[in-house]
């Protein structure tokens, strides 16, 4: 069965960088889409952004775009978020999720829809 882990998360100062970590304690066999989603308190889920089992399609949200940066190294299942440049506004919990289809492209990842496996999440706290 499908679990993941987050890790990387922690406390920097605006204009700072992180990386998240997502490791997946196997995927041979669901062959996962993995995206990267965020909650503030008060705040709706936000999409942050999405890659393909492949790792030939991305996606970001708008308001990560050319700050962060997505990849994976599927022999390590892992899945990382750079995140540089960054903002307060982007103080959160970050999940990864993943969904289990090898031939999913990342369109429309930002509904969350489909994807059935959470991590417990990593906290994120940009100081200004």
């Known amino acids: 069965q499908l679990h993941l882990a987050e890790s990387g998360g922690g406390l920097v100062q605006s204009g700072g960088s992180l990386r998240l970590s997502c490791v997946a304690s196997?995927?041979?066999?669901?062959?996962?889409?993995i995206a990267w989603f965020r909650q503030a308190p008060g705040k709706e889920r936000e999409g942050v952004s999405c890659?393909?089992?492949?790792?030939?399609?991305?996606n970001y949200g708008d308001s990560v775009k050319g700050r962060f940066t997505i990849s994976r190294d599927n022999s390590k299942r892992t899945v990382y978020l750079q995140m540089d440049n960054l903002k307060p506004e982007d103080t959160a919990v970050y999940y990864c999720?993943?969904?289990?289809?090898?031939?999913?492209?990342?369109?429309?990842?930002?509904?969350?829809?489909?994807?059935?496996?959470w991590g417990q999440g990593t906290q994120v706290t940009v100081s200004s």
């Open positions: 999720a993943a969904l289990k289809n090898p031939y999913y492209y990342c369109t429309t990842f930002s509904s969350g829809r489909g994807f059935t496996t």
């Open positions: 196997e995927w041979s066999s669901d062959q996962p889409a």
């Open positions: 890659i393909s089992y492949a790792g030939s399609d991305t």
